[in-house]
């Protein structure tokens, strides 16, 4: 058999042979609008949202945290809405994970007051006893480096300008320092004194968790308010 | 011909390095699973369990596996083309090199540069370094190939040339990315998409870095240890070709049920089920191999790790498809049965493969008998319990878990909150470390007999050449 005593072809046939698979299942799909749906709904992540999102990624926290809610009743009914494919449109690197050591965070943000974090991430044990989630409150005595947050938005092609960026960032640190701040009291217990007044990397953690989901809850609140409308509006014809 | 003509130096320098990487990976596996019962060790932010998980999988999927790959490599060309390595200081160069690329990744990956894609984790720069290693080992591969003196190539070549070009594939496309700055990059695919490829990747890391250049090592060393021709050739050329060809659809039995397009993850169920064909297909030619010489596995202890490998093999290619399928995804996926499943492969198959290869190397290389049979046989029997203690354990924590998830209340409602699953795992969790433990010390002898080989042949060397000056 000539193949067998012929390396260079042989590899050769071996790399179109590979090729076939790796085209139909990965290649083909990206030029398909199946894989990149848009919504107007879904928002980029704030410069903050990112930063936070990147301390995410560092930490590995999706190697226990999944991100998609599969349409399973149960799923559904333990985490909220299932996935759907234009929700990631801004994810680089998608962050899916697999496996659920933790619960599934796609639908996390809104379900908890930021203070809940603050405490949970500080103390995860302080919450739920039996939780075997590492402490984090280190995070909380390191300053959030936004050396590079316009560089990044800029490679991920969200379209802010280095002003808006740095407004961004002025306006969720005003937010989280500011007096009247919900999580005010948690918040300064977790942080160290010279750090209150500035973001730690705990802030902007919070910051991204809290946008999780966020984009499908306005869409779903919107649609059931759209819906209602009719229902009202057909009560009337009546 | 002359034997001596061929170049060990770099076999044992890899064999070396992966007992080095081993021992790392799985002193950092003991610690995670004991984390994963005592969060208390999550004491410093490189030992948290979300960046130490990265260095264990990194460093045994390709600080030890590649190592005793390329070990293996580098013997079995120079035997089966009865050529010595054509580019000897760009071999040494490939091992100095892989060793450096290898630590820079666990110090990157316990500092906190992680690109967060399974198995791909490690930051541009040294996507770059390990991308010229490769290059640097296929060189030597395609030129030693090219001057060979043995006209047909063996079967393992066949697996060696298809993994050395199927790993460049996988690793440049996944990795693609644009930095932002040394440290960090973003990938080029965005959502499903970084998904759909991110899986393609990490099913057919598996593919060839588990399962190809393993089963060369298969064809290779058992038919060697047992002095036995391989059953059927005309079964292992269709077994060869239709796993090369179908393994590369199945990427998206990781992501069933998620939003890639569902016609991916039907295609992907498909292949996933026609896998199990050429997988078995080298089981049984191993099986049929061993017809009327059974006796051999009481006889020749080398002999069980390749046969009960082999079985793992065979099991494990029949698992991973049925748990791939929707309904079945539905209950095991994001549970600890992955888990199980995942370790079976490498306790099970890649270890029991590459701990026996390399002790057929080394007795071959040094022309000497094994330090112990009896302390071979120990390591045998202590990583076959240590592995299945640790994998039936999680098979049944994820049934548990999975059931747990899932159970409804008469009215509709969910029975179990999310942290009373996490809490009825602790005992599972504590005998997985006891298992990881048993399968440790397995390891421990297996070094301990392997380094004995190498020194008391060396020493019988000295006497020989004592008594003949």
Redesign the interface.
């Known amino acids: 058999m000539g193949v067998?005593?012929k390396?260079?072809l042989?590899?050769l046939l071996?790399?179109v042979?590979?090729?076939?698979?790796?085209f139909?299942?990965?290649i083909l799909?990206?030029y398909?609008p199946?894989?990149?749906p848009v919504s107007s709904y879904i928002k980029p992540y704030t410069a903050v949202e990112l930063e936070g999102r990147?301390i995410y990624?560092?930490?590995?926290?999706?190697?226990?945290h999944?991100q998609?809610v599969?349409?399973?009743r149960?799923?559904v009914?333990?985490y909220g809405e299932y996935?759907?494919?234009e929700?990631?449109?801004?994810?680089?690197?998608?962050?899916?994970?697999?496996?659920?050591?933790?619960?599934d965070l796609a639908r996390v943000g809104g379900k908890y007051p930021d203070s809940w974090h603050y405490q949970h991430l500080y103390d995860?044990?302080s919450i739920?006893p039996?939780?075997?989630?590492?402490?984090?409150g280190?995070l909380a005595g390191r300053r959030l480096d936004t050396g590079?947050t316009f560089?990044?938005v800029s490679?991920?092609g969200y379209g802010y300008t280095r002003q808006e960026v740095e407004q961004q960032i002025a306006a969720y640190m005003e937010r989280v320092t500011a007096p009247d701040y919900a999580a005010r009291d948690v918040r300064n217990r977790v942080t160290p004194p010279e750090l209150r007044d500035t973001l730690t990397e705990m802030d902007a953690l919070v910051a991204y968790l809290q946008k999780l989901g966020r984009d499908v809850k306005e869409l779903e609140k919107s649609r059931r308010a759209a819906m209602l409308d009719k229902t009202i509006g057909m009560s009337e014809v009546r | 011909m002359r034997e001596s003509v061929q170049d060990y130096s770099v076999v044992r320098g890899f064999a070396y390095s992966a007992l080095f990487w081993l021992v790392i990976g799985l002193v950092v596996g003991l610690w995670l699973a004991a984390e994963m019962f005592y969060p208390k060790l999550n004491l410093t932010p490189w030992l948290s369990f979300g960046r130490l998980r990265v260095v264990h999988t990194n460093g045994l999927a390709f600080g030890f596996a590649l190592a005793g790959i390329f070990s293996c490599t580098y013997y079995m060309l120079q035997r089966l083309t009865r050529t010595p390595i054509v580019f000897p200081r760009l071999a040494k160069f490939h091992l100095y090199l892989f060793n450096a690329a290898i630590a820079l990744a666990a110090l990157s990956l316990f500092a906190g540069m992680n690109t967060s894609k399974e198995y791909a984790e490690l930051e541009w720069p040294l996507d770059v370094v390990v991308v010229i290693m490769w290059v640097v080992f296929a060189v030597n591969v395609f030129a030693t190939l090219a001057r060979r003196r043995e006209k047909q190539m063996y079967i393992s070549l066949w697996y060696i040339i298809a993994m050395t070009v199927t790993v460049a594939v996988l690793y440049i496309v996944n990795n693609l990315s644009v930095p932002v700055n040394l440290f960090k990059s973003y990938p080029i695919y965005a959502g499903v998409n970084d998904a759909n490829v991110q899986w393609w990747y990490g099913h057919n890391a598996v593919g060839f870095v588990f399962t190809v250049p393993i089963l060369a090592m298969f064809y290779y060393f058992l038919p060697k240890t047992v002095n036995l021709p391989i059953y059927s050739h005309r079964l292992s050329i269709i077994s060869f070709w239709s796993l090369v060809f179908a393994y590369l659809w199945t990427g998206a039995h990781h992501l069933m049920l998620t939003p890639v397009p569902e016609w991916i993850q039907t295609v992907a169920i498909a292949f996933s089920i026609f896998l199990i064909a050429p997988s078995w297909g080298s089981v049984v030619n191993g099986y049929y191999t061993m017809r009327g010489n059974w006796e051999l596995m009481k006889t020749n202890y080398l002999t069980k790790f390749f046969i009960v490998g082999i079985t793992f093999y065979g099991l494990q290619t029949i698992q991973g498809p049925t748990q791939g399928l929707r309904t079945l995804t539905a209950f095991f996926h994001y549970t600890d049965y992955v888990v199980g499943h995942v370790h079976m492969g490498t306790m099970g198959w890649v270890t029991m493969i590459i701990s026996a290869a390399l002790y057929y190397m080394i007795q071959e290389m040094n022309k000497t008998e094994v330090f112990s049979v009896r302390l071979a046989n120990l390591h045998f029997y202590l990583i076959l319990a240590g592995q299945l203690l640790y994998t039936v354990t999680m098979w049944i924590a994820g049934i548990q878990q999975g059931a747990m998830w899932k159970a409804t209340n008469p009215d509709g409602s969910l029975t179990y909150s999310f942290i009373e699953t996490v809490a009825s795992l602790y005992p599972y969790w504590k005998i997985r470390f006891a298992g990881g433990l048993v399968y440790f010390l397995g390891i421990v002898v297996f070094i301990y007999n392997f380094i004995m080989t190498g020194r008391a042949s060396k020493r019988t060397a000295l006497d020989a050449g004592m008594k003949t000056a």
């Open positions: 067998y005593s390396p260079a042989f590899a071996s790399v042979l590979i090729l076939v698979g790796t139909v299942t990965t799909p990206i398909l199946t894989t990149q990147d990624i560092r930490e590995g926290c999706n190697n226990c999944t998609t599969r349409p399973l149960t799923e009914a333990r996935s759907k494919p929700e990631f449109a801004y994810d680089r690197p998608h962050l899916w994970g697999s496996r659920r050591t933790g619960p995860p044990a739920s039996v939780s075997n989630m590492p402490a984090y280190w590079y560089r990044k490679v991920l």
